[in-house]
């Protein structure tokens, strides 16, 4: 089943069960309306009947027989007498049908109109419905009552004829609420289709390069935009991927074959053992070296955050490299540490590579906003032409005729450091000779 058919129907439901439930309050409003008049018209029919028997002519004063307790009248010494009483009429009201019956005991003593059979010989002072009739009795003495029954017919037709209206009321309503919402939810769908559709695309092609319309409002705006972004992340992920295993085995090739040509050579007895363990172990420094860079770039965000010191983590560095240290001895952020000190040695070595015997120096200064911290690694080499300068980050570019050894990973490491740490690897030549290297680092709390 469809969502647009489930929002349908669901729409429907809550149509009819509101309808519904506002139909049976209706309904009992309206019954206990009909019946309480109903019932007004039996006890005011009783009250006349009752007045012909004691013979008084006026508004009739109902049941006062009943609350004061008086049975002295006339008419009930002739029932003590057993002597027959006149005839009275029936005083129905009009437009009804009614009949009344005077019992002593289970003695019927005389009845007004055809009292209906189904009715029983009950004294019960509550009004009660009888299949079409409401029927009562009043008390006029001791073993004495009057019962009287009113034709409901009309009343139960037109309770019957209400809940109809409401049945029939809310099915068509439903009915047109569901057909609305049908036709409305077509178009508010519409860009979750397209979502399914580029889903199910992607599912089945593999083409990351897909992207949903951005239609619609509110959630589903919100919901295409979000999908537009995760098969940018997942392309960018595959393309990360991909360049990897590439560069990976680009650049393995070559120190795997120096290894091999290398045993080649001490198997033919052309090389020493201590020259072949030289080269093996200088080899393996450059695929372990090799290999931190390449996972270092595969990672997207993913570094460690804690707590650290970064002013003592670049002392600790720049010890480590022999070059001199400024800026303050304690800066507390949060960051990752074999991150930031892979970043830093990166830009030590590469600064001591290309500018060999010029004086290095690193550097930890504020921003002049105070968000991030500058870790500055500067030289007093020749610097970089304008258009090495522009790609020097990207991984494995190596300026023409370099003939320096490296792999062309270290600025792209420290680029890519930056940015996990909220930040960014800026380079610029100084004047009259030398490059800065700048890592920016978001400064957060701990």
């Known amino acids: 089943m469809s969502l647009r058919l489930r929002l349908a129907l669901f729409i429907a439901l809550a149509i009819a069960l509101a ?8 309904y009992a409003s309206f019954e206990r309306l009909q019946m309480g008049n109903l019932e007004r018209d039996l006890n005011a029919y009783l009250a006349r009947i009752a007045d012909q028997l004691e ?9 006062r027989r009943d609350r004061d307790g008086d049975s002295g009248t006339e008419w009930m010494e002739r029932l003590r007498d057993n002597t027959p009483l006149l005839p009275l009429p029936n005083p129905a009201p009009v437009g009804t049908i009614a009949h009344a019956r005077l019992v002593q005991g289970q003695v019927v003593l005389r009845e007004w109109g055809s009292f209906p059979d189904e009715i029983p010989l009950d004294n019960h002072p509550a009004a009660r419905l009888e299949q079409n009739w409401l029927y009562k009795s009043v008390r006029l003495g001791p073993g004495l009552y009057l019962q009287g029954a009113l034709e409901a017919s009309q009343v139960r037709a037109s309770l019957a004829g209400y809940q109809q209206t409401v049945l029939f009321t809310a099915l068509v309503v439903a009915l047109l609420g569901a057909g609305v ?9 519409k ?18 390069s897909l992207r949903v319309p951005a239609e619609g409002s509110g959630e589903l705006l919100h919901l295409s935009q979000t999908f537009n972004q995760m098969l ?20 393995l090739r070559t120190p795997l074959t120096s290894l091999r040509l290398q045993l080649d050579a001490l198997q033919q007895g052309l090389a020493s053992p201590e020259e072949t363990l030289s080269v093996v172990r200088e080899e393996v420094e450059r695929m372990t070296h090799l290999s931190e860079s390449l996972l270092t770039l595969a990672r997207e965000g993913r570094g460690q955050r804690v707590g650290l010191d970064v002013a003592q983590l670049a002392q600790e560095v720049a010890q480590k490299a022999g070059v001199p240290y400024q800026g303050p001895l304690h800066l507390e952020t949060s960051g990752d540490p074999f991150l930031l000190r892979q970043a830093l040695e990166n830009l ?10 010029a004086p290095v120096r690193l550097e930890l200064a ?3 906003d105070r968000q991030f911290a500058i870790l500055r690694v500067q030289d007093e080499g020749p610097g970089m032409p304008p258009e090495v300068l522009k790609r020097a980050a990207e991984p494995f570019y190596r300026a023409p005729g370099t003939r320096v050894p490296g792999n062309g990973l270290g600025l792209s490491v420290a680029a890519q450091v930056a940015q996990v740490h909220g930040g960014r ?22």
């Open 348 to 357: 030590l070595s590469n600064a001591q590579k290309y500018a060999p015997g």
């Open 55 to 63: 013979g008084r002519r006026g508004p009739p004063r109902l049941f």
């Open 181 to 189: 919402a049908w036709l409305v939810s077509g178009p508010a769908l």
């Open 366 to 368: 504020h921003s002049n």
């Open 232 to 251: 940018e992340r997942l392309s960018a992920f595959r393309q990360r991927e991909t360049e990897f295993t590439r560069n990976a085995a680009h650049e």
């Open 425 to 446: 690897l800026e380079l610029r030549n100084l004047e009259p000779h030398g490059l800065a290297a700048e890592l920016w680092i978001r400064v957060q709390a701990v």
């Open 19 to 26: 309808l519904l439930v506002q139909g049976f309050l209706g």
């Open 191 to 208: 860009p979750l289709r397209h979502l399914q559709q580029a889903a199910r695309r992607v599912a089945d092609s593999g083409d990351l």
